[in-house]
């Protein structure tokens, strides 16, 4: 029951129902991205992060300094319908700033789906 609550806990709030649409749009992507393109603080950022990850719906991928976070794949019927309720809403998207290639956050991602 623990996860169930933690997974409707984390859909009550709008950012991160934007952070998931955002990652489902461009899929895997660098915290440093996200963070230019939502125009977010790296500390408010990473929680939300955290809170989806605890949730079931993201996980990131490590290397060396640089964290990348995705959709989990697969998901679960409940997350899967709950993301693809959230594909449904009006959401208006910032555009991807990224800024990872000047700062060398080049970890290859063609073995993640989303």
Not at 3 to 23: G, M, P, Q, Y
Not at 35 to 47: A, T
Not at 54 to 68: C, L, N, Q, S
Request: glycine share 2%.
């Amino acid at each position: 029951m623990d996860i169930f609550l933690k997974t409707v806990s984390a859909l009550n709030d709008e950012t991160r129902v934007l952070l998931l649409r955002f990652l489902d749009e461009h899929g895997a992507m660098c915290v440093c991205d996200m963070q230019n393109s939502l125009d977010m603080i790296q500390s408010r950022l990473s929680r939300h992060l955290k809170i989806l990850k605890d949730a079931g719906f993201i996980r990131v991928e490590r290397k060396g300094t640089w964290a990348y976070y995705m959709i989990r794949s697969p998901l679960d019927r409940f997350r899967s319908e709950a993301l693809q309720e959230i594909r449904c809403l009006s959401i208006e998207l910032p555009k991807v700033k990224k800024v990872s290639q000047d700062a060398q956050c080049d970890l290859s991602l063609t073995s993640v789906s989303k």
